[in-house]
């Protein structure tokens, strides 16, 4: 809560107390539920060691990149809130378009030959043998989307106010790496 607040001017106990309300304006927007799921997910990292459960090996995908740095020591807490913070915040402002993101129950191998035919919809996360996530501006990713929901392949749309993980955030890494 410190270390978001030391950066991000706001505390994650707080935003996280009214999480049971209905029109909660902090569930909405990239800038606060970035830096909520990076504490929850170092406090729970945390909480796991100090009761003896010690980890070999941690890692994660996206921001739980940041949270796996912190909890590996490669990043102290204050370094972690620092990145997920101006990360978020970037998310919020300039890369704000017309993303849309959806996870897809399709090998990278089938799916990859579609996407000649959708310049612009990237394979941002492979999760598993069978699970890609998509991602791209949402005037480009929902016609492929509908092409395979017509095919019965199982679509999930993700609820995101950015495409992240493709070539719509280029332009923001010249701020993040500062």
Known sequence: ????????????????S???ADDNPYLQSTEYIQPLIFAVQVALAKTLISWGMVPDVV???SMGEVAAAVVSGA???DDGAKVIVTRS?????????????????????????????HPGVTIAVYQSPTHVVLSGQAT?????LLELEADDCRIQRI??????????????LPQLNQ
């Open 59 to 61: 890692l994660g995908q």
């Open 159 to 172: 609820a995101v106010d950015y495409a992240s993980h493709c070539e719509e955030v280029d332009p923001l």
């Open 1 to 16: 809560d410190k270390a978001i607040y030391a950066h991000a001017g706001w505390s994650v106990c707080k935003v996280l």
């Open 18 to 20: 009214i999480l049971g």
């Open 140 to 144: 480009i990713l929902e016609p492929l």
């Open 75 to 77: 990043l102290s807490i």
């Open 89 to 117: 915040r970037l998310a919020s402002g300039d890369a704000s378009t017309d993303g849309a993101m959806a996870t897809v129950e399709m090998s990278a191998e089938k799916i990859e030959p579609l996407l000649v035919r």
